[in-house]
């Protein structure tokens, strides 16, 4: 079977070979056990330190499954990235918080996130940038039709 003009095939494979990017850069910097989807939410996170962000949120931003973001933030959790805080309003509801660790592992992961943007968009003019993300957008919203079928 030929993948040439297969959308999903290339989306997978960029994906792909951006998470082995930033699993390398990982642990290549001795960022123990943060892996790039880790990295993407402390920075997430980060940015977002003065709201109360939930275990909900996470799954919004980025598209994933409860039971993924479940085990995502367990082992975060264990490998003192994060702590859950109650909070007042919800008994049922915890904040996500960063830890020291993950604070002062913040920058070295964003640092390469912008490097990597950098890198992918590296003899494009803003233009096509701004055409693929216009397009990438709209199969977006085609894919999420699907998981309402």
């Known amino acids: 079977m030929r993948h040439d003009k297969d959308i999903g095939f290339e989306v997978k494979t960029l994906n792909n070979l951006i998470k082995r990017h930033m699993d390398d850069y990982s642990r290549d910097r001795g960022l123990e056990g943060v892996t790039g989807m880790q990295g993407w939410i402390i920075a997430y996170l980060y940015h977002h330190r003065d709201e109360e962000i939930c275990q909900r949120d996470v799954e919004r931003e980025f598209t994933i499954r409860r039971s993924t973001v479940t085990s995502l933030l367990q082992l975060m959790e264990k490998n003192d990235l994060i702590v859950r805080e109650p909070v007042s309003y919800d008994a049922r509801l915890k904040r996500l918080v960063l ?23 590296k003899g494009l003019s803003e233009a096509e940038v701004e055409e693929f993300l216009r397009l990438i957008r709209r199969i977006q919203k085609n894919a999420e039709e699907l998981s309402r079928s």
């Open 99 to 121: 830890t020291q660790k993950a604070v002062d592992n913040h920058n070295a992961i964003t640092e390469r996130i912008r490097f990597m943007e950098a890198q992918l968009r």
